[in-house]
């Protein structure tokens, strides 16, 4: 079945519907053999029928990431404009109409490649450096350049789960026909910055052949024991799984090494597809290992010269490696019967540097961003319309205290919930104001009170697109005027208006010196540190920052349940306390750092209780404050005077974004962001991350359902890994940022989706601006010119139809059948906040300003297809309400109404 998936290369629904059927009709299918086979990403099977969807998306998902890259097909290529590129690793080639130089395009993922996870070095896959040269020798055939003279590999690849893009560029010919080639990678962000892999030079014509070996093994050749030899190399860092481990017998003669190398079968059927397969060549290497020029250390190939593909599709090889070089050895691999298959004049190895792969730039671009604040032109007074509907005006006090911060989020949050008024027009809008709470480049915070209601507003206004803005002001621009840019939240200084918009932080370079650093002298305070985060980042501290000395707190730590740690650490050289405190006592701080020598702090206690704005309590609002911005402030003022070389706040993007039912968690992290600007200002030195979603278990990321982590992904959100997370909390170290923002975003998901990107996104996500006609909203222009041929039955249908796709999407169903139109929506799943995405989706889609409480109001699919039919087309096509008869009763008959209301008010 599989290889018939492969050889036909259907459409990715298809192959979903063969599987269907397949388990439709009782065949059994070896799912672990399938998965193992293919590549597809592993998943529990479904244990209910209504949750099959789940195992066909993901194996849907898989197929369509296969077909976009080493199985996309010609036709599918042709249509974009494309040439086919016919390779494994390679799908698309395009060519200059301007220059002769051409450009190969491929992706490289484990999950379409699986072989490639079989090539590990330190614990990362790395794509081989056998497979830049074969991609290499495909780009030169390409132009008619038959010989790689060289190519030498700038930076290792490693190959993240989600894959990346790649490029192999080849330049014009110059007057000896010699063309440069080039091989870069990017993640899957379109923003993301290329890396160069590898870059080196190819030449026309074929050099002699080789002639054939006629006697193997040669004479005089010794065998050789490789019965340790993957063992020895795994200890040393490199690990290989079984399709590179293809060294199956060595003999030694002199500076010579003869071997033999097979693909295991698992892979061969695939070799005829590439000029020579990476894993076999790879595994050609290996024979290196028996000469004398590697020592105890692991390499890896650094430099190729004068390499020459003979034959293609060998399964099967012979090995000649020569010794031409204290750290260079020469190549000749042949078929089985001595006919050259590949040829290399020199190889030079590389052993692996002293700090692994990142010492030799291998990484990808980490995902790190921040806030800035962009000048933008806004209307002139005479233009611009009404002013706001109702204006909050929030003015801090001068200095900080966490009462002031409570009290100020409690006012607000009292206005949010009382927005909009039944008296309010459907296009009104609530400004809430403040100043000094957010700060251009070069100005202090001084409004931190302020700053905590921005990160609650932005929640708010997630949850009520188009219906608040934010705005930090000096007076110099009126309400009106600000009102006209159309944009969320704005700050206006002199005259100026400047709009939110998240920007990349530049990569620093190996010569930067990191701005937030932790020295080996005195302690650092990590504050929830034994949770899971907590103890990831410690060991993080001792290993790749130095630290000798942690103190690691929560407010039930023991010694006892982080004595695994305690010891671990410990072996490693450091000296680890830990303490219950509530740092958000201030006594009991002061207490616990009277006797400690603290030299840098890493503040990460947090707690969550998320619910939308409407749900909120002042009560559970103080609940996540205090452990945020309580705290914070004690440990600011009494590590004020002490010198700290570090001062790290463990932040969220909620707080920057304004997550949906995360309003108090956003206020809590928003302050946190602004207390780190506020100490910078005051010449303390202070950063705060604004994480995006780890990946971690036992962490609050670990707490997300899968509703709950699709609605994130649905934003662009992707989690970090605990690798990607600690790499980012490199990055921010070493940039002078006072706050930023490390997160994985799918920008690349965020432009293809139809609706709008978030204005704060607007740097990031590329798509034309465009304004709507005069007149009704597009959206809802086109749905009411669709509709008004239509009947009131077939309205209803089709409203039917875009409410349960868009119900379906937001409960994580593959399809709007899951969706029965009678079926109550609290019955289907939903809660307060999915009820809060649904309206907004409906409102995008049709293009209407629906209530919050849309589907409190109107119980059912059916129910909200009819409302919005009499919205749009401004018929009544609501149901009419039957009166039943009843008949005789045994008992008295009691009716209930919960929470009712008519449309209209009535």
Known sequence: FTATMRAERPEPGTVVAALGQLHTAGVAVDWQAFYAETGARRVDLPTYAFQRESYWLDTLDYWREAWAGAFTGAADIASAGLDPADHPLLGAVVTSPESDGVVLAGRLSSRTQAWLTDHQVLGNVVFPGTGFVEMAIRAGDQVGCEVLEELTLQAPLVLPESGVAVRVSVGAADESGRRAVSVHSRSEDVDAPWVCHATGLLAPGVTEQPAAASEW??????????????????????????????????????????????????????????????????????????????????????????????????????????????????????????APVASVESLTVRTIPAGGLDAAGSRQAAPLFRLSWTPIGGASPATAPTDPAEVVVVRGEPGVSADAVR???????????????????????????????????????????????????????????????????????????????????????????????????????????????????????????????????????????????????????SAESAADLIGELADLGAEVSVVACDVAERDALAALLAGVDVSAVVHMAGVLDDGVIGSLTPE???????????????????????????????????????????????????????LAAHRRAGGLTAQSLAWGLWDTQGGMGGELTAVERQRLSRTGVEPLSAEQGLDLFDAACASDAAAVVPIRLNLTALAAAGSEAPALLGGLVRRPARRSAAGLPAAAAQLAERLAPLSEADRVAALLDIVRTQAAAVLGHAGAEAIEPDRAFGELGFDSLSAVEFRNALNAQVGLRLPASLVFDYPNALAVAEYIAAEVVGADSRRTAVAATVGSVDEPLAIVGMACRYPGGV
Request: charged share 15%; hydrophobic share 45%; proline share 5%.
């Open 407 to 557: 009290g100020a989020t409690h006012a607000v949050l009292s206005a949010l919930q009382s927005w909009p008024g039944e008296e309010s027009p459907a296009d009104a809008v609530l400004a809430v104001v403040t100043s000094g709470a957010v700060g251009l480049p070069g100005e202090n915070v001084t409004d931190l009170a302020g700053a905590a209601v921005w990160g609650l507003v932005r929640s708010a206004q997630s949850e009520n697109l188009g219906r608040i803005l934010l705005v930090d002001t000096d007076d110099s621009v009126d309400l009106a005027t600000v009102l006209a840019t159309g944009e969320p939240q704005v700050v206006v200084r002199d005259g100026v208006i400047y709009a939110a918009r998240l920007v990349r932080v530049p990569a620093a370079t190996a010569e930067t010196e990191p701005v937030t650093s932790f020295s080996a002298e005195g302690t650092v305070l990590v504050t929830g540190g034994t949770g899971m985060l907590g103890r990831m980042v410690a060991r993080h501290l001792v290993v790749e920052h130095g630290v000798r000395r942690l103190l690691l707190t929560s407010r039930s730590a």
């Open 620 to 674: 559970r609002v103080d609940r996540v404050l205090r452990p945020k911005v309580d705290a914070a402030l004690n440990l600011h003022e009494l590590t004020r005077d002490r010198g700290l070389s570090a001062f790290v706040l463990f932040s969220s993007a909620s707080g920057v974004f304004g997550t949906p039912g995360q309003g108090s968690y956003a206020a809590a992290n928003a302050f946190l962001d602004a």
């Open 217 to 338: 093994p040669p004479a005089g050749a010794v065998p050789v024991d490789i019965g340790s030899l993957y063992a020895d190399l795994a200890e040393a860092g490199i690990t290989y799984g079984p399709v590179f481990q293809g060294l199956k017998t060595a003999w030694r003669r002199g500076d010579d090494v003869f071997a033999e190398v097979a693909l295991p079968e698992s892979v061969q059927e695939e070799a005829d597809r590439f000029g020579i397969h990476p894993a076999l060549l790879d595994a050609c290497l290996h024979a290196i290992g028996l000469t004398s020029v590697i020592g105890e250390e692991a390499a890896l190939p650094f430099s190729w010269a004068g390499v020459t593909l003979h034959a293609t599709g060998a399964q099967a090889v012979r090995v000649q490696v020569t010794t031409v070089g204290s750290d260079a050895v020469s190549i000749a691999v042949a078929d089985h019967t001595g």
